[in-house]
């Protein structure tokens, strides 16, 4: 019988996939993080490891991706569509899930922020998350003090665990999300620099080739207007916070390394970060920085190594299927995810895993599949539990597994993107007489595979 390994997930806040020095030859463009930032335990990863170009966040937010990479579930179905409210009750979490099906031995440590008004669990009481053990670290909000601490502790964890059962650990970083503190979202005035005061100069990455764009932005009050010295230095001190969380996965890597035993190791982000493409910061928005995500598989002798999945598609609903057939349990009901085991073991899939559908902004809508990607949004109607308003009568009207038979708004801005010819998404190519067809595609497959398949979440702690 094969032994069940150990299992560790890692989960950053807001990384940019291209910031991962091992990648630069596949984002060759200067304007591209790779070429600035140094993460040499990334690259060791990667190296011995099976990783994904094309993974994307289930919706470019904190609480709602979280929510789907510990359920398997789309944000409509757990209920967190937005920051800082609780998953469906009706919904098992990982930890729940392996503690009623398997013998795993469950701990996290670090930021949660998966459902509920808090971010960092607490040991004992309302705030511990349920199926999970706690191991205690730093609640300030920002990486800079907290991911040392949770890095160090789940190290602690790896090098002294030896019980006989294998066990599933989280280890959730906060960085390099810190960069939201240098922006006037978060701040009445902006802590980025205005000038270049450490004279940096051409060491500072450069503005990227998509800050200027040739389509109507659906939500142009999100841009931000810097200078180009103020992207510069943003850029310059985002890939150093990226550098902070290398420096934490590789301590956790080494306690890994450290152990005579099989530990499987996942890492994943929640969202992307807007780094001066389309004039953005942070996420919430359907472009490939704010939705496209880091995916690592890690365990040398079982995971296929160096390989750099330019085939697949995949996701972070992919994560709970995945972790479920390692620990040779199945996966709760409803489940959406596909288990990407067969592809880190064997380089291959009997799923077709051409197709990634992601939400944003409540009632936004994207599909990936090939080389396109279409963005569809429906009208909002400000009410973030009731966010979708009904053709017929106007009135606000959460959403509903449709089977043909649920109209609502749409906004007639949509955006069709070809990734292969336009990867900065410059162009959008909804407008193009050309491109009918192919909206007319991708819209009855996110009807017929998507939407008709959601059952939307109902039993909430909002508290």
Request: aromatic share 12%; hydrophobic share 30%.
């Amino acid at each position: 019988m094969e032994k069940k390994p150990n299992i560790l997930i890692i989960v950053s806040d807001q990384m940019l996939m291209d910031a991962i020095t091992a990648y630069k030859k596949y984002f060759s463009h200067p304007a591209y993080l790779s070429h600035w930032a140094n993460t040499p335990n990334f690259d060791r990863m990667v190296a011995g490891g099976y990783s994904f170009l094309d993974s994307y966040s289930t919706n470019p937010v904190s609480c709602p991706a979280r929510s789907s990479v510990f359920t398997g579930r789309y944000s409509t179905e757990t209920g967190v569509t937005y920051n800082n409210v609780g998953i469906d009750q009706r919904i098992p979490n990982m930890g729940q899930w392996f503690e009623s099906r398997s013998d795993y031995n469950r701990v996290y440590c670090g930021k949660w922020h998966a459902g509920g008004r808090w971010s960092y669990p607490d040991v004992e009481g309302a705030r511990k998350i349920p199926g999970f053990e706690t191991i205690p670290a730093g609640v300030s909000g920002t990486g800079d003090f907290n991911d040392f601490q949770v890095s160090g502790a789940v190290k602690g964890f790896i090098m002294n665990y030896q019980d006989d059962k294998p066990f599933l650990a989280v280890a959730g970083l906060m960085n390099p999300h810190d960069i939201c503190y240098w922006t006037p979202q978060l701040h009445g005035d902006k802590l980025v620099p205005k000038s270049d005061l450490f004279e940096l100069g051409d060491t500072r990455p450069p503005l990227p080739p998509n800050f200027d764009f040739k389509f109507e932005d659906p939500y142009p009050g999100q841009q931000v207007k810097y200078s180009k010295e103020e992207w510069q230095n943003y850029l310059y001190d985002y890939c150093r916070m990226v550098e902070k969380v290398d420096a934490d996965l590789g301590r956790m890597l080494d306690a890994v390394g450290s152990r005579n035993d099989e530990t499987l190791v996942l890492f994943t982000s929640d969202h992307g970060e807007g780094a001066a493409r389309h004039k953005r910061v942070q996420k919430w928005h359907p472009f490939e920085q704010s939705v496209k995500v880091p995916f690592i598989a890690y365990m040398p002798g079982r995971v296929k190594s160096n390989v750099i999945d330019q085939k697949h598609i995949v996701s972070g609903i992919d994560m709970m299927t995945t972790v479920c057939d390692y620990a040779g349990i199945p996966s709760p009901p409803g489940c959406r995810g596909r288990s990407l085991r067969p592809i880190f073991e064997q380089g291959s899939t009997t799923d077709k895993m051409d197709v990634a559908f992601a939400e944003f902004q409540h009632t936004g809508r994207v599909v990936r599949k090939g080389d396109f990607k279409y963005v569809k949004i429906y009208e909002y109607s400000k009410e973030p539990d009731k966010p979708f308003v009904r053709l017929e009568d106007g009135q606000p009207e959460k959403f509903q597994a449709c089977a043909g038979s649920c109209r609502y708004k749409t906004m007639s801005h949509r955006l069709l993107f070809n990734l292969k010819d336009d990867p900065w998404e410059i162009t959008d190519l909804s407008s193009d007489a050309t491109y009918a067809s192919k909206i007319g595609e991708l819209d009855t497959l996110l009807a017929e595979e998507w939407e008709k398949k959601i059952i939307p979440g109902t039993h909430f702690d909002r508290n």
